[in-house]
């Protein structure tokens, strides 16, 4: 058998029968009647709540998730030690203008890593209203100097995947504060990542340049932002006044954790099941990425619960610090490289708790094909699409020339009206569409272990 | 070219081309950035809300369906006249048991059609939990006889659409008073239809036998029923007190509100497309079905901002009465027939104002098999779903063997959690997904009526 080793992922080529209709059915079935992911989610967002690397509540979702894990009753449950950085809001920003009416109040908030204000201090500085980086490289630094730049590019809504318009747009938040720092300015103000027009600030990650000036970085939500841009044109000069708390400390020690159900018949090939357990400080992480979570623990569950015995190890990985820095994913990868690990397949959930509609595939040609011929087992599930693609951060640093990454791909009308939001909260994971994406991630998982060969 | 009239619903062969392609893209952008489809329900949810047949907001809303069909600059728009059914709630109903804990509420409302259990006055009696009518069937009457019948069979979690789950469930609702009647029972309460565990009560239409006797009828909530079905099993004896207040008065006059835009080629023959205008009396009405009225009516609105001009005559219409008695429905077919009017196709939006995911064809094989052959247009859309089946309510009534009746199917896991309950407003309509499936609609209209043959 293993002569075939190194035809590298082949697949047996009836690849769909009978028996794996029927396990699919029970996948579903289970899922949708005994799934604990959705009391999970429950648990970790109302429980512990927000937990970004490096606070007090990323320790307790370890401690919860390594809990959690031993529930199952798995093979073995460990953590793997990470170092991540740290940086906290402080309390909560305020942003405001004057105009002929008076004072106006704006819903902002420092974005993930930035620099504060200054103690007890407001920046004030009329503002500049950009569309782009490149627009701002095109303005003379005499322009620039002393004042707020207002990256106001928002996402396209005619994009059907608002995940690619979040791509096509969020080079404002990473890299909006460098560009505007060389050209001298004292504060940056970026549009909210929404296509959705609300009053919610979404913080997310974004870069300084080593050794230049490090400037302060705020969100506004989307109406907020429609609302400044009016009262810029219509007032002359209008002054911006920004006030934030934040603060980066030195770095901590965190973990991953991670959960396995040995393989029968190759217990030292593996295939990863995972999401993020650290979120934003704001709401709840959960879509972004308690679902995520509770659905990869979920997969084991429902492997437990019909008795499936995987030949592979099935490794369920909760990453830390996906958010800011990817610490996790990245010291996954290299000790799995350090230990020459055989990794089949690495599969991420990190899209949103909504219905699942597909699949994201970053592997060969060869495997995209392998995994396309499995689409009329999930076509009773409203399962469609398959398509290659990205597959997840915390796996990316697995890739390599053998392993095949799969990301699954919920409905993405919602998940930016959440997203790093005071909006992610538990109320809008819905349990159906929560549980329905936790037994499609099983279901490929349970495919990938029966006909993949490494 | 109309010698091909004959030659019933024939396609020309090559059917989806570039151009095709082109339109359908421009549908899709415009729908994401100029649909008035939002705003026009906020306006309906908001501004007139709930509107059952015969009632003042269901006047206002025929006044609304007016102006707003007035406001496109169609070639037509007017009323049908129909009598509708007449049934009020009256005040907000109550219900309640003792246990040795002390008095319990329970979440309840009265089953649209319902008799009130009589002015002032509390129904009490013991419970009998059922899971079925033939349960009630099989019992004997002196077991039923002066006791309220409780009707708990939960929609199948495990149906992945949530319509068959209802379908298979909701007999009890509708049959349920006309079963437990027969058996002497003082009333009857039904689990309501919701997959969901949550407070919420749904109504509902329900039915009496002509000349039998009418007991009242309530819905109690999911969380509700598992409550007091545990209290029935702990607490020996347990008695459940009802009061409603509700009544039918005589018949009104009311309308189906039409608007068309006249065909350049074939102004006599008909492509219709609605949904319904009339709701339940619980919450706005806004995914059952503001969301189908809106979407229908952006259909034209599409046609219009991109100056398609259709080759037949689309008509909207914006049916009353679906809820309780489908007149709007029926009076519209009757029209159409009486008129011998041709009906190339008829397309219903009445499945809430979700993501898209596909269209239900009630036709013929042939019919089926030619729609089925755009399907790759949609695909960039996430429309994959073509399947035969159910189109609508409201549109039913017109079947006969050369009309096409299309339904447009959008993700159904949401949609119980909000049917006919205080919880379908607006603020849970996703603006994105709504104008996804009015683009929807728009192209299958469009692709009818440039392909399609009478």
């Known amino acids: ?257 991670i959960g396995e159900l040995r393989g029968t018949k190759y217990p030292t090939e593996y295939i990863t099941v995972g999401g993020h357990l650290d979120s934003w400080d704001l709401g709840e992480g959960a879509h972004d990425d308690g679902a995520g979570i509770v659905q990869s623990i979920e997969v084991l569950h429902l492997f437990k619960v019909l008795n499936i015995k995987p030949k592979h190890t099935i490794r369920v990985v909760l990453f830390m610090n996906e958010e800011n820095g990817n610490r996790g994913g990245l010291s996954y990868a290299e000790n799995a490289s350090e230990k020459n690990e055989k990794h089949l397949m690495a599969l991420e959930s990190d899209r949103g708790g909504f219905s699942p509609r597909g699949f994201s595939v970053n592997g060969s040609q060869k495997q995209f094909n392998a995994i396309k011929k499995w689409a009329p087992l999930f076509e009773p599930y409203g399962i469609y699409e398959f398509k290659m693609g990205f597959a997840g951060v915390d796996i990316n640093p697995l890739k390599d020339d053998k392993i095949c990454l799969i990301g699954l791909s919920p409905d993405s009308q919602r998940y930016f009206d959440h997203h790093h939001s005071d909006n992610d909260v538990f109320e809008e994971v819905n349990k159906r569409e929560l549980e329905l994406g936790a037994a499609s991630m099983a279901s490929i998982v349970y495919l990938i272990d029966k006909y993949w060969l490494y």
């Open 1 to 257: 058998m293993r002569i075939l080793t190194l035809l590298f992922c082949l697949l047996i080529s009836n690849a769909t029968n009978a028996q794996d209709e029927k396990t699919l059915r029970s996948l579903y079935d289970v899922a949708l009647t005994e799934s604990e992911a959705y009391k999970n989610l429950r648990d970790l967002c109302k429980n512990i709540g927000a937990r970004l690397s490096g606070s007090e509540e990323a320790d307790s979702a370890v401690v919860w998730g390594l809990n959690t894990l031993a529930d199952l009753g798995l093979d073995t449950v460990y953590l793997q030690e990470i170092t991540v950085p740290h940086w906290e809001r402080g309390r909560r920003e305020k942003a405001y203008f004057y105009n002929e009416k008076g004072k106006n109040m704006l819903d902002v908030c420092a974005l993930g890593g930035s620099v504060a204000t200054g103690m007890n201090q407001f920046i004030k500085g009329k503002v500049i209203e950009v569309q782009s980086l490149e627009q701002v490289n095109l303005l003379p630094d005499s322009i620039v100097k002393g004042k707020v730049v207002f990256y106001n590019r928002p996402m396209d809504p005619k994009k059907i995947s608002t995940f690619s318009a979040y791509g096509s747009c969020v080079d404002q938040r990473y890299s909006g504060a460098i560009e505007a720092a060389k050209k001298g300015a004292i504060a940056i103000i970026v549009r909210s990542m929404n296509v959705r027009n609300d009053d919610f600030p979404h913080t997310g990650s974004m870069g300084y340049e080593a050794g230049a000036d490090s400037i302060p970085a705020f969100a506004i939500s989307t109406n907020g932002a429609d609302y400044l841009s009016e009262n810029i044109k219509s007032f002359k000069g209008l002054e911006l006044s920004l006030k934030s708390y934040c603060k980066t400390y030195p770095d901590k020690i965190s973990y991953n954790v």
